[in-house]
């Protein structure tokens, strides 16, 4: 019978993370657009990532992680492997949301985001076993709150970034503009799947990735994912999105006032 590298309860702790990052990348504007795209469509994006995503983890495992473990690292070799598997996944995104019926609902941003979150949960759940098990490097790695906390930033860094990555890719398929979008997408990925990595070894170096996701939020929520709305839709989610906000604020505000007694 084959060992876990960890005990069962690190090994399910690990991809619960990596999962919950799919929860955290549906909120903001993907859960206000439910009444705006397919929602099966979308469902089915992000069962197709995670299944893509789990084989890109191993490949990132097998020809990445192994070399760092045994301490060879060639910093040229790793980072022509990142390139090739950033160059696949970029194009089997072109190809998934570039499909006609896709492109003719124009719902390739919101796919390309349910997508790219399940690539980055399965990615990162591979990452926090590896964060979790202490022979993976020496005082640095194991089962510690310090590296519980560095595994949900490795989540939400790998899940947010892959979702970005993908809906700005489908948000450019849909101006017909796929091309560019090709190399700049795979170069992007290549650098989220160095600074993931890395940060197994080292969690600050996550800081040559993480800070494009706040920086790209904003971009991502209000121009890539409705992007591809029609101008009706799009007027109609922006009124919805600044009623929500108007009514969350006066919810918050309201003076709750007393009950009244009659007497009969």
């Not at 993976?136 to 939400?156: C, H, M, Q, S, Y």
């Not at 700005?168 to 796929?178: A, D, F, H, L």
Request: aromatic letters at 10%; proline letters at 4%; hydrophobic letters at 55%.
């Amino acid at each position: 019978m084959a060992v876990l590298p960890l005990p069962m309860f690190q090994m399910q702790l690990a991809f619960a993370i990596g999962l919950a990052g799919i929860y955290f990348g549906w909120q903001g504007a993907m859960a206000r657009m439910t009444g705006f795209f397919d929602l099966s469509g979308a469902f089915k994006s992000l069962v197709i990532g995670i299944i893509s995503g789990a084989f890109a983890a191993a490949a990132i495992d097998a020809l990445i992680l192994i070399s760092i473990r045994s301490g060879n690292l060639n910093i040229i070799e790793v980072s022509f492997v990142a390139l090739l598997i950033a160059m696949a996944e970029s194009a089997f995104t072109l190809f998934l949301l570039g499909r006609p019926r896709t492109v003719g609902l124009r719902a390739s941003a919101p796919y390309g985001w349910t997508l790219g979150l399940g690539i980055g949960s399965m990615r990162a759940a591979n990452l926090n076993v590896r964060l979790f098990d202490p022979e993976t490097w020496d005082k640095v790695t194991g089962f510690e709150p310090i590296n519980i906390f560095v595994a949900f930033l490795i989540t939400i860094t790998a899940c947010l970034g892959h979702a970005m990555i993908a809906a700005w890719q489908g948000s450019k398929i849909v101006e017909n503009q796929r091309g560019l979008t090709f190399f700049t997408s795979s170069l992007a990925r290549a650098l989220l799947i160095l600074g993931t990595v890395f940060a197994v070894f080292q969690p600050l170096l996550l800081l040559l990735v993480a800070p494009a996701i706040p920086l790209f939020w904003a971009k991502s929520q209000h121009d890539w994912l409705a992007g591809g709305l029609t101008p009706s839709a799009k007027q109609a989610f922006r009124r919805t999105v600044r009623g929500s906000s108007r009514h969350a604020d006066a919810a918050t505000k309201r003076i709750r006032g007393q009950r009244v007694f009659e007497d009969e």
